[in-house]
């Protein structure tokens, strides 16, 4: 069987440790992904070397210390998606902060495995000798497809509140269910998500919502309590009896989006999002994706596409200049997504979507956003001084190139000396 690259550097760092006379085994996530017959995504080992051994044994220029008073060392690998994270087995003091604990204690595998999350996240495996170290019945909840916390599940999220969305995320897209006394302590705890910095949390709901199983991940997290803490504004969708229809409406368009872009699937939960008008719902929508700490271009996009939810809308009748600016668009295909998701969840017509897309695929791109005929820098040489008038200009003569009513820049010269005539 042929491996890929990344896990024959995860099985070499393995041989390396245990030549130097170190323990060392592939831990948590990776042995689940194996176990489950696919492919990891990246490798941790974890090992009774102390970081510094580590290091040492791997060299400083290889090693990144990125966590190393909590015994993690980053080896990197030959190439960029070879890095694995080797850890030293460990169990952890007090969680005061609800994220990293006070202190920890290096120790053995058996220990380690009781400070990890869930209990399909807490096997380990040997790489050379083909064998499974299972000290919390991890095995079985794989095979039964459960997500059970390690221990008591009270305390494993008090450790770290993130536990409470990522319980939510594996058991949708991994389509298990949630074991219930695990269940019940995260319906018990979801009001105190938020001790979870906006990074973290918008982190969690991007891994949900790029995810095929979104609309499961969703109402789970709703289900439980979580989605009224962390997206408190669209709580009317499901405590309104008015709004009932929409939630599951809501649900429905996430199941139907056939995307894997996050931004696209966010602007598809919050289509509906209970507001006083458009205006009012793409201003509550800013202040959401602020809020979550998303990147600027996040945040614009997920704007930019619900505010065009509608734009689509008697496209075969639409001024060429207006169909052509939006289908040449660079995220124009997100919106195709979001589109479509929204009238199959409403059982309306798809006729207009399709008449776009088969304009936007049969039109040469050098029609649908030609280089503009002119430039400022011609208005500044023909006198005239930049400010409002100047982009009004230039969009008047653009306008007119992709109606087709002009194609030669003597043409757009002679359209402006008509207008600045006027």
């Not at 909590?70 to 960029?80: C, D, L």
């Not at 709580?235 to 599951?248: F, I, K, R, V």
Request: charge should be negative; proline fraction near 5%; aromatic fraction near 6%.
């Amino acid at each position: 069987m042929k491996h890929s690259e990344p896990y024959l550097a995860a099985v070499e760092i393995v041989r390396k440790l245990r030549d130097a006379g170190f323990q060392a085994l592939w831990a948590g996530g990776c042995v689940r992904d194996l176990l489950l017959q696919k492919e990891p995504k990246d490798y941790d080992v974890a090992t009774n070397a102390l970081p510094e051994e580590v290091r040492t044994l791997f060299g400083k220029r290889r090693t990144l210390a990125v966590g190393a008073s909590f015994g993690v060392i980053i080896v990197r690998g030959h190439q960029p998606d070879c890095d694995v994270e080797i850890a030293t087995f460990r169990s952890e003091g007090p969680y005061l902060d609800g994220r990293r604990p006070e202190h920890v204690k290096f120790t053995t595998a058996e220990e380690d495995a009781q400070r990890r999350d869930f209990t399909i996240n807490g096997m380990f495996f040997d790489p050379i000798n083909d064998a499974i170290f299972d000290y919390v019945g991890g095995k079985a909840d794989l095979n039964q497809h459960i997500i059970r916390a390690i221990g008591n599940p009270l305390e494993r999220m008090q450790e770290d509140k993130l536990r409470l969305l990522r319980a939510i995320r594996f058991a949708a897209t991994l389509h298990f269910q949630l074991e219930e006394t695990t269940r019940l302590a995260v319906q018990a705890m979801a009001d105190q998500i938020n001790v979870v910095s906006p990074e973290r949390i918008a982190d969690e709901l991007r891994k949900m919502l790029v995810h095929p199983a979104r609309s499961q991940a969703i109402a789970l997290v709703q289900e439980t309590g979580l989605l009224k803490q962390v997206l408190p504004e669209l709580t009317p969708l499901w405590e309104s009896a008015e709004n009932q229809d929409l939630w599951l409406h809501t649900l429905d368009r996430l199941k139907l989006v056939n995307t894997h872009n996050f931004e696209t699937a966010f602007a598809t939960l919050l289509l509906d999002l209970p507001a006083a008008g458009p205006d009012q719902r793409l201003n509550e929508i800013y202040e959401i994706c602020k809020r979550l700490r998303f990147s600027n271009h996040s945040l614009n996009l997920v704007h930019w596409l619900v505010q065009q939810r509608n734009s689509l809308e008697h496209a075969p009748d639409m001024k060429l200049s207006r169909l052509k600016r939006l289908l040449a668009h660079e995220d124009c295909p997100h919106l195709f997504e979001l589109i479509a998701a929204d009238l199959s969840s409403q059982k309306q017509p798809l006729d207009d979507l399709e008449f776009c897309r088969q304009y936007r695929d049969h039109t040469p791109r050098e029609v649908l956003n030609p280089p503009p005929l002119i430039s400022g820098n011609d208005l500044i040489d023909l006198g005239i001084k930049s400010g409002p008038q100047f982009k009004h200009l230039l969009t008047q003569v653009q306008d007119a190139q992709l109606e087709e009513l002009i194609h030669t820049q003597d043409e757009a010269f002679a359209l402006l000396n008509q207008i600045l005539q006027k």
